[in-house]
Structures are given as structure tokens and as C-alpha cells.
T-cell receptor
Framework: GEDVEQSLFLSVREGDSSVINCTYTDSSSTYLYWYKQEPGAGLQLLTYIFSNMDMKQDQRLTVLLNKKDKHLSLRIADTQTGDSAIYFCAEVPLSGTYKYIFGTGTRLKVLA | NAGVMQNPRHLVRRRGQEARLRCSPMKGHSHVYWYRQLPEEGLKFMVYLQKENIIDESGMPKERFSAEFPKEGPSILRIQQVVRGDSAAYFC???????????FGQGTRLTVV
């Protein structure tokens, strides 16, 4: 099947690190993306990783990719209340590079 | 350089009416994609269009839904005889070609009452 799986909810305290996990399905996926969606808003691209990379760091964001387990994670360091949102991972399969496959989203709640 | 523009942002329709959603791609982009996000779900691919052509409509419901991307003007997603189950956020994305990153619009939130 083409299900990209994410846990539905995550709650962290302000200042802690958040780790959002994603399991994807297609081992031939070329890119894997992380998007942020605030309430009533569109999708904001946060970061992405090529499938030939294991890790990518971008300021407070760290993406880890385990191709063997088809597991992707997004770590947010020093989480702030403004990080509260829904986070989607998306894979881009080699068979259809325009056909992003999105996870169900993880709702991150940051407690002050 | 404006991003992908969708309008309206919010649309309310009664059951049985028609809904027209518009998407203007980023400047220089000729590839447009429509996705639907049902409540509490992720986005699902619906259709991929290039100017005047439908390339892949494998995610589009067979009835009542249609999409076009004319030579001039925005891409239109049209839903005829809307039902409550059509209530969702509809996102448009565009890219310069099919293998490069797609940029998403803010979405149109359709509510069918």
C-alpha cells in the first residue's frame, strides 16, 4: 500500500526537543519532505532530504533518515510555542515524482 | 514573485451546487497539481495538469469532478452537485517541471452545507 504513517499527537514543554517520526513505504523514494501546517493555513516547506543522505541539519531542525527501516524523523531543538502546528512528512516516489504521498500528520502541542 | 495563488480561500456551497476553485501557479511554472485534504487527514493527490493537458488524473473521483488548465488563465478544479463529503481543503501546487520541487498554495476550504 501507499500509507505513510505518523503518530497523531505529540506534546512537549517549551524549551525541550521534539521528535516527530514517520514511516514511509517506497524504498525508491527520491526525496522526503517535512511540511508545517498552522491552523487554517497552507503548507510551509520546512526541510527535505535526498534519499542518499542519512542526516540533514538546518538551524533548529535535524532530519534523520534510516533507509533500511524506511524511517524518517524530524527533531526540533528548543521547541517554542510558535512551533505548535501539524507536521506532515511526504515522500516522492521514483515512479511518480510529481505525486507526493503525505502522511496523516502529527499535531505538535507546545506547552508553556 | 508571488507564490501559488488560490481563490477563494473559503467557499461555502449548498448540496447540489457547483464549486469552482482557482489556482494561479507561480510565475514561470507550467505544471499544476491538485490535492485534497479531508478533515484530520493528510493530503491526497488528485490530478496533475500541464498547460491544456491532463497528465494524470488517477486520484480524481470519476464523477462530478473535473480539472482544467487552459492556455490562458488559472487552473480550475470544478465540483458539480457537491455533497457534504466534498467538504475539505483543496490545495494546488505548481512546479517548473515534473521532477522539480512543487510549491503549495494556501488552499481553498470548501464547506458544503
Amino acid at each position: 500500500g501507499e500509507d505513510v504513517e505518523q503518530s497523531l499527537f505529540l506534546s512537549v514543554r517549551e524549551g525541550d526537543s521534539s521528535v516527530i517520526n514517520c514511516t514511509y513505504t517506497d524504498s525508491s523514494s527520491t526525496y522526503l519532505y517535512w511540511y508545517k501546517q498552522e491552523p487554517g493555513a497552507g503548507l510551509q516547506l520546512l526541510t527535505y532530504i535526498f534519499s542518499n543522505m542519512d542526516m540533514k541539519q538546518d538551524q533548529r531542525l535535524t532530519v534523520l533518515l534510516n533507509k533500511k527501516d524506511k524511517h524518517l524523523s524530524l527533531r526540533i531543538a528548543d521547541t517554542q510555542t510558535g512551533d505548535s502546528a501539524i507536521y506532515f512528512c511526504a515522500e516522492v516516489p521514483l515512479s511518480g515524482t510529481y505525486k507526493y504521498i503525505f502522511g496523516t500528520g502529527t499535531r505538535l502541542k507546545v506547552l508553556a | 514573485n508571488a507564490g501559488v495563488m488560490q481563490n477563494p480561500r473559503h467557499l461555502v456551497r449548498r448540496r447540489g451546487q457547483e464549486a469552482r476553485l482557482r489556482c494561479s501557479p507561480m510565475k514561470g511554472h507550467s505544471h499544476v497539481y491538485w490535492y485534497r485534504q479531508l478533515p484530520e487527514e493528510g493530503l491526497k493527490f488528485m490530478v496533475y495538469l500541464q498547460k491544456e493537458n491532463i497528465i494524470d488524473e488517477s486520484g480524481m473521483p470519476k464523477e462530478r469532478f473535473s480539472a482544467e488548465f487552459p492556455k490562458e488563465g488559472p487552473s480550475i478544479l470544478r465540483i458539480q452537485q457537491v455533497v457534504r463529503g466534498d467538504s475539505a481543503a483543496y490545495f494546488c501546487a505548481s512546479s517548473g517541471d515534473r521532477n522539480t520541487e512543487a510549491f503549495f498554495g494556501q488552499g481553498t476550504r470548501l464547506t458544503v452545507v
